[in-house]
């Protein structure tokens, strides 16, 4: 487990700086998750980020800048819309799709003509992008940065789950700054913008813990859902984020049954994943382990990946998880748990 005191020092941070301007890889905090970066302006470095994660390369990564960045730069133009997301939202877990500036390449955007861009609010990534951007010639540095985990895998919300994840990077010294425990602990919101011109409003492309509902505060409109026609993102497969072992949805009532009857266990040795019951009924069968998750949705979020990784290393024939509400507020989790079971269903 990481010590969420522990934040990586000036030079640490001056180290890593040093690696991204060479065209190398970096793992970093965010208040999402841990990111794997590399200089967004480098094809070269951002295809070794592809080749680490066992990327496909039309799969998108977002840039990350920080608050003072010159957006110009990196798209064509800000719709008030956006502007009116940023004002409200960064620093903080939204990425929007905007059209690419076109001097920037589009290995970043999976050989589209949109670009995903996110003002990261934890301070450690604050310090490496502005670093970054200061030993740049043209001043605006931007770090690509998909979740630091192996393709389609529970994404890092410690330092720790990186080094774990990428031990032969770690062994060749790529640094890896301490942030603590990521607060949010699940990836940003994403929202498309990059086709307003065409009278696209809003699309919500990923929820996360920014919901459609407060985006549709701030532009007194409503937002659409993904179409047919809306850039591709980051995490929009249908299985996403899954741990090595076999996971299922299930109801309480059902963890309730797997938790008492013989039959329905098998001889596996079973981890049952509750958050409205936070006792097991008595008697428990001796192969079950019933775990809590908590009861609001932000806290829940911050502990789904970690929980996730470590029940992963328990040596459990299978995990059996409660589902979680549909409300709006649930749906960057529920969105991310339903994905995660994808890989494992028929």
């Known amino acids: 487990m990481s010590d969420d005191s522990v934040v990586a020092s000036a030079s640490e941070i001056a180290d890593a700086v040093d690696v991204l301007l060479q065209g190398g890889l970096v793992g970093f905090p965010t208040e999402t998750v841990y990111g794997l970066g590399a200089d967004a302006e480098s094809p070269e470095a951002v295809t070794r980020i592809y080749q680490a994660k066992g990327r496909p390369s039309n799969h998108p990564v977002i840039v990350h800048v920080t608050p003072e960045a010159d957006l110009s730069y990196w798209v064509q133009s800000v719709p008030a819309q956006a502007q009116a997301l940023i004002d409200a939202f960064w620093p903080g877990p939204l990425t929007l799709i905007l ?137 929009a497969l249908k299985s996403h984020y899954a741990p090595h072992t076999p996971l299922q949805l299930a109801s309480v009532e059902t963890l309730l049954k797997l938790a008492q009857d013989p039959q329905l266990i098998a001889g596996q040795r079973i981890a049952l994943v509750a958050h409205s019951q936070a006792h097991p009924p008595v008697p428990i069968h001796p192969q079950v382990e019933w775990i809590v998750m908590p009861t609001g949705y932000a806290a829940y979020g911050r502990a789904l990946y970690a929980t996730l990784r470590a029940l992963d290393q328990g040596q459990y024939s299978r995990l059996v998880w409660e589902t979680v509400s549909d409300q709006s507020d649930w749906l960057g989790v529920k969105d991310r748990l339903t994905r995660a079971a994808a890989a494992f269903s028929d």
């Open 99 to 235: 059209k690419r500036a076109a001097h920037i390449s589009d290995v970043v955007s999976g050989g589209q003509d949109s670009i995903g861009i996110r003002c990261p609010a934890h301070p450690v990534a604050q310090a490496l992008i502005r670093g970054f951007a200061a030993g740049k010639a043209s001043g605006q540095g931007g770090i690509a940065a998909p979740s630091a985990n192996k393709f389609g895998q529970v994404s890092p919300t410690q330092a720790a789950h990186v080094r774990t994840e990428f031990p032969e990077l770690a062994a060749l010294g790529m640094p890896v700054l301490e942030g603590g425990a990521s607060d949010v602990g699940i990836e940003s919101t994403i929202v498309d913008l990059s086709r307003v011109d065409q009278g696209i409003g809003p699309v919500l492309l990923r929820p996360g813990h920014i919901t459609a509902a407060q985006i549709e505060e701030v532009l007194q409109q409503s937002v659409g859902d993904a179409d047919t026609h809306a850039p591709r993102v980051s995490g």
